[in-house]
């Protein structure tokens, strides 16, 4: 059974502060997509990272893919309170194409 | 114009009962799916539909029977509910059946809450 681990689960920070937020697993995954939740609605795709050692960037986000493709981390650049969310990374297991494997979230709370 | 389109937003019921979700996307998708999301936030697919195919069941209790009458629509039918099936279902579709490669569009969530 694949597995995302996330990590931190909960992250409590003040505007202008930097974080990272990361996606293990000891699995190989085709792709990871990260994607955002705000209460009450469904997630919104972020990013896609097909290749290992991808780098993306979103503006203050960015996304990286490890070089043997099992683990992932988003990075946040000074963050302002509208970053505040549900952030769900999810993996295509290399072979098990046709579903994601979504991890466990990371609830960021950015305060002013 | 909504993307993903799911009906009731709020579903509370007694155990026992059967119910069912709607679900319609107007993106012209060929792929449609139900995710089940509990309450420590955790979204576990349940379901994939290509063409009104199932390509994907997900150890699903025999008491959960999705539908595809047509591409746009995928409902869920749930017999039998019981406690822990309370949780936030969400639809999603997207172009094609390759889902680490495509953008899934969700839907808002239905709050199921079985008493």
């Known amino acids: 059974t694949q597995l995302l681990e996330q990590s931190p689960q909960f992250l409590s920070i003040q505007e202008g502060e930097n974080l990272t937020v990361y996606c293990n697993s000891s699995?190989?995954?085709?792709?990871l997509q990260w994607y955002r939740q705000e209460p009450g609605e469904g997630p919104v795709l972020l990013v896609t990272v097909v290749t290992g050692g991808e780098v993306k960037k979103l503006k203050r986000l960015t996304f990286q893919f490890g070089d043997a493709r099992k683990d992932s981390s988003l990075h946040i650049t000074a963050a302002q309170p509208g970053d505040t969310g549900l952030y769900l990374c999810a993996g295509e297991p290399y072979n098990q194409g046709g579903k994601l494997i979504f991890g466990q979230g990371t609830e960021l709370s950015v305060k002013p | 114009d909504t993307a993903v389109s799911q009906t009731p937003k709020y579903l509370v019921t007694q155990m026992g009962n059967d119910k069912s979700i709607k679900c319609e996307q107007n993106?012209?998708?060929?792929?449609m799916y139900w995710y089940k999301q509990d309450s420590k936030k955790f979204l576990k697919i349940m379901f994939s539909?290509?063409?009104?195919?199932?390509?994907i069941n997900e150890t699903v209790p025999n008491r959960f029977s999705p539908k595809s009458p047509d591409k746009a629509h995928l409902n869920l039918h749930i017999n039998s509910l019981e406690l822990g099936d309370s949780a936030v279902y969400f639809c999603a579709s997207s172009q094609a059946r390759l889902a680490g490669l495509e953008t899934q569009y969700f839907g808002p969530g239905t709050r199921l809450l079985v008493l």
């Open positions: 993106l012209g998708h060929d792929t």
């Open positions: 539909y290509n063409n009104k195919e199932l390509i």
């Open positions: 699995s190989v995954f085709s792709s």
